[in-house]
C-alpha cells in the first residue's frame, strides 16, 4: 500500500487463495478500505467452483500488467504462491488438453492409488513428489496418461514468460520466526472474531462447488468446518487452523529463501521496518537505472 501510495502503482494479486470471492476474511484479502486507496486487480474475481490454475493467473497478470503499463502505473505483484510467479516469469509449459475422461479417472483416485500408478507410468514424478500431495501427483498422473509425456519434458519447454520483458525489483520477506508466528496466531483470532467462521458455513452449504475444489483446500477451511459441522470446539478449531498456518508459513519461508534467484532482495525486517525498506530499495533501483527506460523494458 505504501508502495501503491507513493508512485501511483496498481497492486496485482499473486496469492492462490485470494483469488477466490467466497473468502475474504479467511484468506486475508484487502478490505474494501484498503481497496479504495489503491487499485486492486485479481482478488476475490473466481467463483469457488471454478477450474482456476496458474496459467489462468498468468495470462491474466500478463493483461493487467500491460494495461498498467499503458496508464503509466508501476505494476506491484504482492503474495506468496510461487507458482503463480514463476509462471508469470518463466513461462508455462505447452501442455496439451487432458483428455477429461482420464482426468476424471484419475482425480477419482485415492492418493496412494494414484502414487503407485504415477511410479509405473512416470518413475521420476513419483520420486519427486511428496506422496501426499494429491494435486501434483494427480497432475503429474494426468499429463503422462493423456499426452504420452512425463511433465517434467513438457516443462522444459516453456513459453509465455514475461521475465526477460521487463526489469523486475523483487523483495522477499523473510522476518523473524517468533514475530511470524505470533502474527500468525494473532491473525487467525481476528480472522475468526470478524466472521470468517460464516464465511466457511457459507461455503460448506454451496452445492455447485465440488468437495475437491481448490477453495475449500484453502488453510482454514477444513479446520473451522470440523467446529461448525460439531467434530470439535471453537478453541480446537482455532488451534487446527493456527497451527496448518504455521506449518504452511514456514514451508513457504523456505521456499522463498532458496528458490528465487540470488538477486532478488531478502529483508529480515519487521512489517514497518521492511515497508521503509522496500520503499528505499525501489528507489535505489530506479535511481540506478538509465534515465530513458531501454525500449520494451517497462518496470515491475
Not at 50 to 66: L, M, N, P, T
Not at 133 to 152: H, I, K, W
Not at 166 to 180: G, Q
Request: glycine share 6%.
Amino acid at each position: 500500500m505504501a508502495l501503491a501510495e507513493s508512485t501511483g502503482g496498481t497492486i496485482i494479486n499473486a496469492d492462490s487463495a485470494q483469488v477466490y470471492a467466497e473468502l475474504r476474511l479467511l484468506t486475508a484479502r484487502p478490505s474494501p478500505a484498503e481497496e479504495a486507496r489503491a487499485p486492486h486487480h485479481l482478488f476475490g474475481h473466481v467463483a469457488g467452483g471454478d477450474d482456476y490454475s496458474a496459467a489462468r493467473w498468468a495470462a491474466e497478470a500478463r493483461a493487467v500488467i500491460a494495461i498498467a503499463h499503458r496508464q503509466g502505473r508501476l505494476p506491484i505483484l504482492v503474495g506468496g504462491t510461487g507458482l503463480y510467479l514463476r509462471t508469470l516469469l518463466d513461462g508455462i509449459a505447452p501442455v496439451p488438453a487432458i483428455d477429461p475422461a482420464i482426468r476424471a479417472e484419475i482425480r477419482a483416485l485415492p492418493v496412494a492409488e494414484a502414487q503407485r500408478a504415477l511410479a509405473l507410468f512416470d518413475p521420476a514424478a513419483a520420486a519427486k513428489l511428496n506422496p501426499a500431495d494429491t494435486t501434483r501427483v494427480a497432475r503429474a498422473l494426468e499429463v503422462v496418461r493423456s499426452t504420452g509425456r512425463p511433465l517434467a519434458k513438457w516443462q522444459r519447454a516453456r513459453a509465455g514468460g514475461i521475465g526477460d520483458a521487463v526489469s523486475l525489483h523483487a523483495l522477499v520477506l523473510l522476518p523473524p520466526r517468533d514475530w511470524l508466528t505470533e502474527r500468525i496466531d494473532a491473525r487467525l483470532l481476528a480472522m475468526v472474531a470478524a466472521g470468517a467462521g460464516e464465511e466457511v458455513r457459507a461455503l460448506l452449504a454451496r452445492d455447485d462447488i465440488p468437495a475437491n475444489a481448490p477453495v475449500r483446500r484453502a488453510i482454514g477451511v477444513a479446520e473451522l468446518a470440523g467446529w461448525i459441522e460439531g467434530r470439535w470446539p471453537r478453541a480446537d478449531a482455532i488451534a487446527r487452523a493456527q497451527l496448518a498456518t504455521r506449518q504452511y508459513a514456514k514451508r513457504q519461508y523456505t521456499w522463498f529463501r532458496n528458490q528465487p534467484p540470488p538477486a532478488w532482495h531478502r529483508c529480515e525486517a519487521t512489517e514497518t521496518a521492511a515497508r521503509l525498506a522496500m520503499l528505499n530499495s525501489f528507489s535505489a533501483s530506479l535511481n540506478r537505472r538509465q534515465p530513458t527506460p531501454p525500449p520494451g523494458l517497462p518496470t515491475a
